[in-house]
Structure formats: structure tokens, C-alpha cells
């Protein structure tokens, strides 16, 4: 089964990205397709964020083993996790975070399953707009675009998965329309 997600920034408004994965494939996989189309580097404390409906994390998956979970956290890496042991229903969210020094990150959701698909290798199936630029420099008197710091799913992984992302309660799901961006193919 061919899952279809869709990426998109707070930070950029216009920038948006669908992507067709198989559900067999690993999250390391999605991982890479998302640090290759935006151009980023990789950063070994780089994770998704298995969301609920409210935007708040439920589980972590890291790049490597060696990051500060908790103690009583499962690690879940992302050469060994397969994508549908999390994500299956229409509509599931999570996050990426791209910038963890800066506490930055993506929001993705399950838009489709196209079932009767399979996808050899992931891609990006359509995008609109440009990337937000990778900043993963902690001083923030050196970041440009004038970028406020914000709170972000990264620093619930610190306190506890029940923690609530920073703007869930003025974000509306009805606010993002896909279909309303002039996607390129």
C-alpha cells in the first residue's frame, strides 16, 4: 500500500510538499527524501514525531540510539521502523524536526491510502513553494529571516510525550487546502 503524506511549514506558508511512500518503507527513508528535495544537511538529532489529533506526541523516532530519550521512552530508530507500524489511518499526523538546534520542524499528515499501489522508492509527488532555509545553528543572533524562536514538538520530548506543540490550539485543519496551492508536478 502507497501512503501519500503531506509536509507542510508553519514558518512558510506557501511551502508544501505531497510524497508517495509505501507503507513497508522505513522511516529513514522519508527521512532522506525530505533532507535531499529541501537540501539539508543531516543532524544526528533529526526525528519524527507520531502526533494525535491534537497535535500532541505520542512517540519519538530518532535517527540514532544514542540520543537523550527517557528512560521509560521506547526508541524507535529510523532504519528500523517501518512506516505503517505507525501510520495507517487517514488523517494521523506527525512531525519532522529538521532544525533541532533551533527547534524547528515540519508538520505532516496522512492525506491518502492508495491501496492496490506499491512504491518502489519514494517521491516527491508534487510540491509549491521553496523550503524554509536549515538553520542548525544555536545562536539565535546569528539566524536570518528574522525567525522567531517558538516552543516545538522537540522540546516535548524532553518534559514527557503529553505535552501540547506550540500553536495547536489556533491551528485549523480546515486552513490548509492543498488544493488551493498551485502544486508543480
Excluded at 8 to 27: C, N, T, Y
Excluded at 50 to 61: G, K, P, Y
Aim: charged share 35%; with cysteine; hydrophobic share 30%.
Amino acid at each position: 500500500m502507497t501512503l501519500k503524506l503531506t509536509l507542510f511549514s508553519q514558518e512558510k506558508e506557501d511551502f508544501v510538499l505531497e510524497i508517495l511512500i509505501d507503507s513497508d518503507a522505513r522511516f529513514s527513508e522519508l527521512h532522506r527524501l525530505i533532507l535531499d528535495d529541501c537540501h539539508y544537511d543531516e543532524h544526528e538529532r533529526q526525528s519524527f514525531l507520531i502526533c494525535d489529533s491534537e497535535w500532541r506526541v505520542r512517540q519519538r523516532i530518532c535517527l540514532h540510539e544514542d540520543e537523550d530519550v527517557g528512560f521509560d521512552e521506547d526508541i524507535n530508530l529510523m532504519s528500523r521502523t517501518r512506516i505503517g507500524d505507525f501510520l495507517e489511518d487517514e488523517g494521523q499526523r506527525l512531525a519532522y524536526i529538521f532544525d533541532p538546534d533551533g527547534k524547528r520542524f515540519f508538520l505532516m499528515e496522512l492525506t491518502e491510502n492508495v491501496f492496490g499501489r506499491t512504491e518502489k522508492k519514494a517521491i516527491v509527488n508534487r510540491r509549491h513553494g521553496t523550503a524554509p532555509v536549515q538553520m542548525c545553528n544555536s545562536n539565535p543572533a546569528s539566524r536570518q529571516g528574522g525567525f522567531e524562536e517558538k516552543s516545538s514538538p522537540a522540546e516535548e520530548t524532553g518534559g514527557g510525550l503529553e505535552e501540547d506543540f506550540y500553536g495547536d490550539e489556533g491551528f485549523e485543519v480546515e486552513e490548509l487546502d492543498p488544493e488551493g496551492y498551485e502544486i508543480e508536478e
